[in-house]
């Protein structure tokens, strides 16, 4: 199994699909939520993206599916120049799959020994290790503590400095064996945890990636169209929650002058978390929340 797909009927749901639309799933990799959308469609079109090769082996054959192996980042630019636009929902499932975290040689797991990739994009230039090799004590330690929340950045940083100095980061373990040194007792697996989810995030620019995604999203769908995300830390749920609720990355609310909010993004129910029962089968789950919002005309508004 490539990747078990989380929440996969409230997502299609969110996506109140019709026959004869354009979708895109932004994150196709095992092509789980892809599947359900095809099978709940009837006519029309689903548009996947993915930078991942590997997901390539999980294409489905079937006439209504285009899949572009790149990046969710440039979704405007391809979905234009194929005539694609405008589109009636855009899910994304975000994160790293299940079978990229179980194959050692990605080094996305802090649990086995494998080299220090974590590139989400095997051809990306840059890997984690490059990252921790070259990476000065003021950009690592900001790394780790935006994007890692950890709040002994400083102290992580010097100590990578000083390991580099003997030898140069190669493997997970390697790094594992020095952050278990400056983990909280008992807390030791979650420090881990967010450590590598940092890394993870710089290599992939994982964040910025999202942020074009969001801000794309408002010229790529047509009125009433729907946004869906799944998102599994703090940092993305954040920037999806400020960007459905006031139409920017900051969340601070803007207002026309007759008083009205100015968003191009109607909220959608309430955040979506899984059930015991998923998360029991499928414990990826645990961590997500799903949103979702639908694009409204600012006249409407009015």
Do not use: C, W
């Not at 079978?99 to 494998?114: I, N």
């Not at 029962?277 to 997500?288: D, G, H, L, Q």
């Amino acid at each position: 199994m490539y990747h078990n797909p989380v929440m996969p009927e409230a997502a299609i749901d969110g996506l109140s699909l019709v026959s004869g639309g354009i979708y895109v799933d932004a994150t196709y990799g095992g092509g789980g939520h892809s599947a359900a959308i095809l099978e709940r469609l009837g006519e029309g079109k689903l548009i996947a993206f993915d930078q991942d090769e590997d997901a390539r082996r999980n294409i489905r054959d079937d006439p209504r599916l285009v899949f572009f192996d790149h990046n969710f980042r440039y979704m405007k630019n391809l979905l234009k120049f194929h005539g694609h636009l405008p589109v009636d929902g855009i899910l994304a499932d975000l994160g790293v799959s299940s079978y990229q975290f179980d194959q050692a040689s990605r080094g996305f797991s802090t649990r086995s020994e494998g080299p220090l990739d974590m590139r989400m994009n095997r051809q990306a230039p840059m890997s984690a290790a490059d990252i921790l090799n070259t990476y000065d004590d003021k950009q690592l330690a900001g790394l780790f503590y935006t994007y890692g929340e950890l709040r002994n950045s400083r102290r992580i940083a010097a100590a990578i400095i000083d390991h580099r100095r003997e030898k140069p980061f190669e493997t997970t373990t390697e790094l594992t064996g020095l952050l278990e040194k400056m983990a909280p007792r008992g807390r030791e697996n979650k420090f881990l945890a967010q450590a590598f989810q940092a890394l993870r995030i710089e290599v992939n620019q994982e964040l910025d990636s999202l942020k074009e995604l969001l801000t794309q999203s408002t010229e790529v769908l047509k009125s009433g169209g729907r946004l869906v995300i799944i998102s599994y830390h703090s940092l993305e749920d954040r920037l999806v929650k400020n960007f459905m609720k006031t139409g920017n990355l900051t969340g601070k609310q803007e207002k026309d002058f007759y008083g009205n909010l100015i968003r191009p993004f109607e909220p959608v129910g309430k955040v979506q978390t899984a059930d015991p029962k998923e998360i029991a089968e499928n414990p990826r789950a645990r961590s997500a929340k799903l949103r979702i919002a639908e694009k409204v005309d600012q006249h409407d508004r009015k």
